[in-house]
Nanobody
Framework: VQLVESGGGSVHVGGSLKLSCTVS????????MGWFRQAPGKEREGVAA???????RYSDSVKGRFTISKDNVKNTLFLQMNSLKPEDTAMYYC?????????????????WGQGTQVTVS
């Protein structure tokens, strides 16, 4: 299983970015996929998750600003980030797990990408 993130970069406060994560060799069903982030000096935290049926879950810190989605044909996971704040600055990771538990718990995921940096200033 390989997960490769892209779309990170630098953006001004209030701006938008859309992250992508291409997934290969992941054939589990059911499954969940998620976006996590880790700021310098902080623990990695769950941001958003989506399951095979399209149900979504968000952390309180991003609810209403971020949207997670997936393209099953292209095997790609997305994170649309709007109204970005300086506190959104972090390395963003996509992750995947088998099973239908829609969780933002980091330890529940066992396939991870290498991350893409998002900087908001």
């Amino acid at each position: 299983v390989q997960l490769v993130e892209s779309g990170g970069g630098s953006v001004h406060v209030g701006g938008s970015l859309k992250l992508s994560c291409t997934v290969s060799d992941f054939t589990f069903m059911p499954y969940c996929m998620g976006w996590f982030r880790q700021a310098p000096g902080k623990e990695r935290e769950g941001v958003a998750a989506i399951d095979f049926a399209g149900s979504r879950r968000y952390s309180d810190s991003v609810k209403g600003r971020f949207t997670i989605s997936k393209d099953n044909v292209k095997n790609t996971l997305f994170l649309q980030m709007n109204s970005l704040k300086p506190e959104d600055t972090a390395m963003y990771y996509c992750a995947a797990r088998s099973g239908d538990w829609l969780t933002l718990m980091e330890s529940a995921y066992y396939y991870w990408g290498q991350g893409t940096q998002v900087t908001v200033s």
